[in-house]
C-alpha cells in the first residue's frame, strides 16, 4: 500500500507563487506515474502535471510555462510549484500514484492512490 499526503495549499493573490509538497510513504512499483489533479467547486477532477518514472512529464495546457512538477527521490517526495497563479488555478488539489504505470495520461481512473488534498485559493 501507498500512503500520499499532500501539503501546501493555501489562499494566495492573482501573480503569486505556492509550492505544494506531496510525502509518499513509498515509491510505487516501477515503471511508475505520480502526479497532481485538481478540482474546482463544482467541477470535474482534472489533470494538472504528471511525471513518471522513466522521465517523461505532462502538462494541461492551462498551465504550461507557470506550474512545475518535480520530485526528490530520496525523501519520496512529489512538488508543484505553481507561479503567476490565476483565480481559475482555485481548487483542491490532490496527489495520486500509480504502479506498473507506462505513460502518464491526465485520467483519474488511470491512478489507484490518491492523497486526501490540499486546498488553493486565488484572490485578491
Known amino acids: 500500500q501507498v500512503h500520499v499526503v499532500e501539503s501546501g495549499g493555501g489562499s494566495v493573490q492573482p501573480g503569486g507563487s505556492l509550492r505544494l509538497s506531496c510525502a509518499v510513504s513509498r515509491s510505487p512499483s516501477r515503471p511508475y506515474c505520480m502526479g497532481w489533479f485538481r478540482q474546482p467547486p463544482g467541477n470535474e477532477r482534472e489533470g494538472v502535471a504528471l511525471i513518471a518514472s522513466a522521465g517523461s512529464v505532462i502538462y494541461a495546457d492551462s498551465v504550461k510555462g507557470r506550474f512545475t512538477i518535480s520530485q526528490d527521490n530520496a525523501k519520496n517526495t512529489l512538488y508543484l510549484q505553481m507561479n503567476s497563479v490565476k483565480p481559475e488555478d482555485t481548487a483542491m488539489y490532490y496527489c495520486?500514484?500509480?504502479?506498473?504505470?507506462?505513460?502518464?495520461?491526465?485520467?483519474?481512473?488511470?491512478?489507484?492512490?490518491w492523497g486526501q488534498g490540499t486546498q488553493v485559493t486565488v484572490s485578491s
Open positions: 495520486a500514484a500509480q504502479a506498473y504505470c507506462y505513460r502518464p495520461r491526465m485520467r483519474p481512473n488511470d491512478f489507484g492512490y
